[in-house]
């Protein structure tokens, strides 16, 4: 097992890594501690850019998942003058991106797995020190171990607490979503509403003390909690249930060590405005495949700091990019305000510029 790679998570970016690493030569088994198919039960709903469909169609794993494509992406601020529209056709692209339920992602992944012959070890925990406790699977003879489960241990992470909450779930709409992705910007944070089938995918962002009590609203209150923070535009016919979690920022400041390597959550997690967080760990997922192509040893020293250096300009844009949406748009002090809408209608007026920030969000940081 010396020219192996040990993937521990068989979630979404383990299964990914594994068949990235199998397109390019490389052997790997998964270890899991949970049940194979446990992955399958994930109820979060995703949105992939155009380039992350692009690298799971290599990996074998995009044909046949339910996806509704994003054709439009319509920017503003509630309150305030200032809205852009992104549009695929300008790009020449099939979508701007796309959105599924993460169990389908799971279950086609899983499938691909399966095809490629790659070894799968489910109830199998390895210890993040690399010693083996009652139980645990020792990875000591792989060539790397891959973590690809878990968040960035405190230790290790650089942290910003935005102080929101996201509250995720399905409404339906009197309007036909058209394929329109809206991205709204409010005091309290972002509201993303993405086209999911024949209704939408709502992240509402609210202020971490407000969390309790908008998910304690019945669902009229809470249809028209949402109706008052998105506006007009569109009227919310019904809300399904509801889930919410904390938002902040963490990310690790080296992601390889010695025969080790992070990716995915144990890498990154990034706030959901913009929808970079997985699209990010595909993008890095891919290029640790290509680095080491065909290698005897795909632990080797040299290879890993290649990898992280090529990685580099991608991760600080992709974090940066969703930080400073974060902090720039979540607040309503009226002179910075001004300035939002001032560059949303730049952004609007001018093309090149919206091209770079359509072909950024799709591609990463190397698109042009």
Known sequence: MADKVAIVGGGPAGMALALALHHHGIAAEIFDARERGAARKDKRILALSYGARQILER???????????????????????????????????????????????AASLDAAITAAGIAYRENEKVMRSGIPGDGAADTANFALTAWAEGAVAE??????????????????????HRHVAWERFTPDGPLALLPFGNEYAVVFTCAADGAPQLAALDDDAFRA???????????????????????????????VGERQVWVGNAAQTLHPVAGQGFNLALRDIWELGRTLADSPDPGDAALLARYAAARRLDRRGAIGFTDTLVRTFSNDFAPLAHVRGAGLLALDLLPPARSFVARRMMFGARSW
């Open 59 to 105: 990996l074998g794993a995009w044909h046949g998942i339910p996806a509704t494509a994003i054709a439009t992406i319509h920017v503003s601020q509630r309150g305030r003058l200032g809205r852009t529209h992104i549009r695929a056709e300008d790009e020449g692209v099939p979508a701007l991106g796309y959105v599924l339920a993460a169990s389908d992602l």
């Open 155 to 176: 230790s290790e992470a650089t942290v910003r607490d935005y102080g929101q909450h996201a509250v995720l779930c399905t409404v339906a709409t009197r309007e036909p």
């Open 225 to 255: 909690r949402l109706q008052a923070q998105f506006g007009t535009r569109l009227t919310f016919t019904a809300v399904g249930p509801r889930v919410g979690y904390a938002l902040g920022l963490r990310y690790r400041r080296d992601i």
